[in-house]
């Protein structure tokens, strides 16, 4: 499959790619990613549980307050080194993760024996798991619909592996100029959170394409939060304001709901 086929940048890819061991390195070229985790993997739980509720308890028969995830299946795209699939997994979720890059999923899979945690990583892309007719309860896609070349075929492939009934999250940034002074001239060439060249504006998704993206690709009742910096704390705090990063959930309606 060529990178056009698959919807891919190579030159991002391979950029990652070449990253791989830093994945987990706390302090490394990834340390933003560290300190936006508790936050997004928030958004991620509260969603997953306010959506799917006691049904999901009822049915695994294993949900606990530690393990509020359990009986989903959960697809992480685009997963690096596995900084979402692993407590995805520890609060007892079925995890799958792909990424283009072999040498990402290769660092996700040593990191995960460290813990023998049962997670799927697949060198995939997201057009080759489709193939496959593969459904989930959950798809995860975050940090990485800003890297690829046609974001709405992107989140349309994105929305087939959801099953009916099921839900879709992904984070990504805002097309605003606070984004470009703090995500790209602050954070690349200031503080150096990121190495230089990590984004591109020009890919930043404002709030109102999003909607209508996932609109377009049968998802419906989009739930936005934002992303905000404390720099006191030296952390990343779920707000109301979307204008730099932010978060969405989207659900695909059951089939009963359809027309």
Not at 142 to 165: T, Y
Not at 179 to 205: C, K, M, N
Request: charged letters at 25%.
């Amino acid at each position: 499959m060529t990178a056009k086929a698959a919807n891919l940048d190579e030159a991002e890819v391979a950029r990652f790619g070449a990253l791989a061991s830093k994945w987990w390195d706390v302090n490394g070229e990834f340390r933003s990613l560290h300190l936006l985790g508790r936050s997004r993997l928030s958004f991620i739980r509260d969603q997953l549980v306010a959506h799917f509720g006691k049904p999901v308890s009822e049915v695994s028969g294993e949900s606990s307050p530690a393990r509020p995830l359990a009986g989903l299946r959960i697809l992480d795209i685009g997963c690096g080194g596995g900084l979402i699939c692993e407590p995805l997994c520890r609060m007892g979720a079925r995890v799958t993760g792909i990424d283009p890059a072999k040498e990402n999923i290769e660092a996700a899979r040593a990191h995960a024996e460290i813990d023998d945690l049962d997670i799927s990583y697949q060198a995939l892309t997201v057009e080759a798991l489709c193939k496959r007719r593969e459904e989930f309860d959950a798809v995860i896609c975050l940090e990485v619909i800003e890297h690829v070349p046609d974001p709405k075929i992107f989140l349309l492939e994105c929305s087939k592996l959801v099953r009916p009934g099921g839900m879709l999250i992904v984070s990504t940034l805002n097309r605003t100029m606070k984004s470009y002074a703090l995500a790209i001239v602050a954070a690349e060439y200031i503080l150096d959170w990121v190495p230089r060249g990590t984004h591109d504006w020009q890919r930043f998704i404002t709030d109102d394409e999003m909607t209508g993206m996932l609109r377009e690709s049968g998802l419906v009742e989009p739930k936005f939060r934002g992303l905000v910096y404390d720099p006191v704390g030296d952390t990343w705090q779920l707000s109301h304001d979307v204008s730099v990063n932010y978060l969405v959930a989207g659900t695909k309606p059951p089939l009963s709901d359809k027309s």
